[in-house]
């Protein structure tokens, strides 16, 4: 029988840490709740928003360059910049899915975008990782981030994992799914890869 965690309220966001990439940003972690306050997230300086979540599409769209016509929906920009990953919550992603994830979250830290028009939104704010609920997904990719690029404060994935629960503010009651094991699986194997091109 699968263990069922309790529903426990939680922030919808949460400062996780700062110092981080090279314009030394804060890192926060929501659910969709707090993914989609746009206000909330122009209030804390949040300018870049990665989604780990399958199946959930939040449209920030609100620049039209698009319309909307029969067959096709409208496409556009929004006010902050957004990376996808597309994780699911459990068994089921390749192997390197949470690596290419790590990929995805330090390269939007580093990107510089040209000045054309078709790149609005070119300011270097503070990053937003979240997922449906904000307890998993983006809980095991923002650890293991932290441990990769923090060792000196993180020493150990554990260590990450066990900071990011408490900032949080995760529930001892569901640390056992905060995050899943696969996804500290997924986590562990993608340290051990990053350690080996590393060296490369």
Known sequence: MNR???VIDRPAI?????NLG????SMYIS?????????????LGI???????LNLDINYADTITHAAEQGKVAAGSGPVKTYKVGLIDGPGNPTDMLLGAYFILESALDQTL???ASYPNRDRGNILVHCRGGRSRSVALVALFLHLQKPEQ????ADAIAHVRETRELHPDEWFETPKQPLIDAAEHAVR???????A
């Open 114 to 116: 040209p000045e054309r």
């Open 31 to 43: 659910g969709t709740e707090g993914a989609r306050d746009v206000a909330k997230l122009k209030e």
């Open 22 to 25: 090279p314009d030394k940003v």
């Open 193 to 199: 890869a990053l350690r080996v091109l590393r060296q």
């Open 154 to 157: 993180y020493p150990t994935l």
């Open 14 to 18: 949460s400062f996780i840490d700062n």
């Open 4 to 6: 069922q965690a309790p």
């Open 47 to 53: 300018t870049t928003v990665v989604n780990c979540a």
